[in-house]
């Protein structure tokens, strides 16, 4: 009998982390859900269970490598590693940033991804179909005002998936990077705005059908269960109003 095989997502208490879960389980994976907020990754386990699929819920903050680490010792088997964690904090100029917002999105986006690929890297090998996926953003591959630190941590987990890529050619491990545009997920702007709720909405003012949390989880899941001989390098997704980062359609 097949072995069931293991996904585990980072940041997986809400938005695209959290709908991403939903959708590997309901592909066949036992979904391992890690994030800050125990609570929310319970309650999320549940409900997968409930619906008939399979997960298990970590409290795991993927800045503290000792922390990860331990994770990695119990896991177990993981055949595919989703590093969604992260985030944006503040749209200042670079001239006006605040270094501690910039310091925790590094630490996040970037030390995060790190930690958790290097943790789980030696159980991806060892089911000799391994798939490690970066989640970053359209702003690792351009830049844009006020997005200074954001637009500088993605661009270093751009440039991870990137170089990791070359570093396993050869080995059986996949490793895809999602670039996501405009999505309205659970959160995401709040955070970014301090819980400013105009600012917050503003964002999204006038996009008649901004992306989803559960459009991004569509990809996710279309890309991990590619043959294995597919590796889909880099996947830019965007809702059909915005062409770019700087060019979106407001009615």
């Not at 979904?31 to 409290?59: F, N, P, Q």
């Not at 896991?75 to 964690?85: I, K, M, Q, S, T």
Request: aromatic share 4%; charged share 20%; proline share 3%.
């Amino acid at each position: 009998m097949t072995e069931q095989k293991v996904a585990v997502v980072t940041g997986a208490s809400s938005g695209i982390g959290a709908a991403t879960a939903r959708r590997l389980a309901a592909e066949g994976f036992d979904v391992v859900l890690t994030a800050r907020r125990t609570e929310r990754v319970e309650a999320l386990a549940k409900e997968i269970g409930d619906r008939g699929g399979s997960a298990r819920a970590y409290t795991l903050d993927v800045t503290d490598r000792a922390a990860v680490d331990a994770f990695a010792a119990e896991v177990g088997r993981v055949d595919v590693l989703v590093n969604n964690a992260g985030g944006a904090l503040g749209a200042d100029s670079v001239e006006h940033g605040d270094p501690a917002d910039w310091r925790a999105m590094y630490e996040v986006n970037v030390l995060g991804v790190l930690h958790m690929t290097q943790a789980l890297l030696p159980a991806l090998r060892a089911t000799g179909d391994g798939t490690v996926l970066v989640l970053s953003s359209t702003a690792a591959l351009a830049a844009y005002e006020g997005g200074g630190g954001y637009v500088a941590a993605k661009h270093a987990a751009h440039t991870i998936a990137a170089t990791l890529r070359l570093e396993l050619c050869g080995e059986p491990i996949r490793v895809i990077e999602i670039a996501p545009g405009m999505v309205k997920s659970e959160g995401f702007a709040l955070t970014r705005f301090g819980g400013d709720e105009a600012k917050a909405e503003a964002v999204y003012a006038g996009v008649a059908e901004p992306l989803t949390s559960e459009d991004v989880a569509d990809t996710v899941a279309w890309t991990v269960t590619r043959p294995s001989h597919v590796n889909i390098d880099l996947l830019v997704v965007r809702p059909r109003a915005q062409a770019a980062n700087h060019k979106v359609h407001r009615a």
